[in-house]
């Protein structure tokens, strides 16, 4: 058995050494090499057939949470952004717009097809290229689907337009303060009286919320004996670093960076192939995992 798992780590470590040697050294020399366009294309779209086929693929992913923005315009005290001041619109930090579009080609370059959500802890609107970024995500893969997370207190009709013709197939809002957004109010009218569109709408509030592994209270808390979530899931911080849970808002569990490394890569290391079978398996050798419980919201 260990002679198996040596040999299927070499392989794997022998397929990232082949694409860097590629990525860093031959694509460029034949590019200078080659004039006619037509023949570069045929090359570089053989290239990315063959990390299709030789790489495991995202097939068991279906959603990825990227934080293109860390601040948010509310400070609840179900979240961490109440405890800690990461989520001050102050402290704002975005993910580099180059950053963003190399996680979306790489998803193309591997023909990967799932839920985008452009958000963490932070509020998406407050972000002024938020419309480009989906644009961009939805002209690369265009049978993504985007599932839009927000507050709702910035989102008015102009705006929920704008989303929708960008490619936002479902919005995910959820009501905070005592009384509705006005906004809100608007864009449910607007959909009544204009239709959906095919475009989902969810709007309520929270009743029910992870205890984002102990940094926040729940009442009545249940412990998970088992979790799938890190197995179909995949998170990506402002600044690249690959989130193993939705709940690991001090990024404790470090698998990679995408700043550094292809996403396929950091997926493939056995390092998280390992994270992800335990926790499947209901064995929480992570403190992140240990304390995680599901309970009723605290207010």
């Known amino acids: 058995m260990k002679y198996i798992k040596l040999v299927g780590t070499l392989k794997q470590q022998t397929k990232i050494l082949i694409f860097n040697v590629y990525d860093r050294y031959i694509k460029h020399i034949y590019r200078r090499i080659i004039v006619n366009p037509r023949l570069k294309e045929i090359i570089e779209a053989i290239v990315s057939e063959l990390r299709v086929i030789l ?27 109440s405890i800690y001041d990461r989520g001050l619109i102050k402290n704002m930090k975005k993910m580099e717009t180059k950053l963003f579009h190399k996680i979306i080609d790489e998803l193309s370059e591997l023909k990967w097809v799932g839920e985008i959500q452009p958000h963490s802890y932070g509020e998406p609107l ?41 490619g936002v197939n479902k919005f995910t809002v959820t009501q905070h303060l005592p009384t509705p957004a006005k906004g809100v109010l608007e864009v449910l009218d607007y959909r009544k009286k204009f239709g959906s569109e095919n475009v989902g709408f969810r709007y309520g509030k929270i009743t029910y919320i992870f205890n984002r592994s102990g940094l926040i209270s729940v009442e009545d808390g249940v412990k998970k004996t088992k979790c799938n979530w890190p197995s ?10 690959v989130l193993i849970c939705c ?29 992800r079978k335990d926790i499947a398996k209901g064995r929480f050798t992570f ?6 419980l599901e309970g009723k919201v605290t207010t």
């Open 55 to 81: 790489e495991h693929n995202f097939d068991p992913v279906h959603m990825i949470f990227i934080e293109t923005i860390t601040a948010c315009n509310l400070r609840c005290p179900y979240c961490p952004n």
């Open 126 to 166: 407050l972000d002024d290229r938020i419309i480009d970024l989906i644009e961009y995500a939805k002209k690369k893969i265009p049978g993504l689907i985007i599932n839009f997370f927000t507050n709702g207190e910035l989102l008015n009709v102009s705006l929920y337009k704008q989303l929708t013709k960008a």
């Open 232 to 241: 179909h899931n995949i998170g990506i911080s402002y600044d690249g670093s």
């Open 247 to 275: 709940h690991d808002y001090l990024n404790e569990v470090k698998v990679g960076n995408v700043n550094d490394e292809r996403l396929i890569d950091i997926w493939n290391k056995p390092l998280y192939k390992k994270i």
């Open 287 to 292: 403190d992140l995992c240990k304390r995680c």
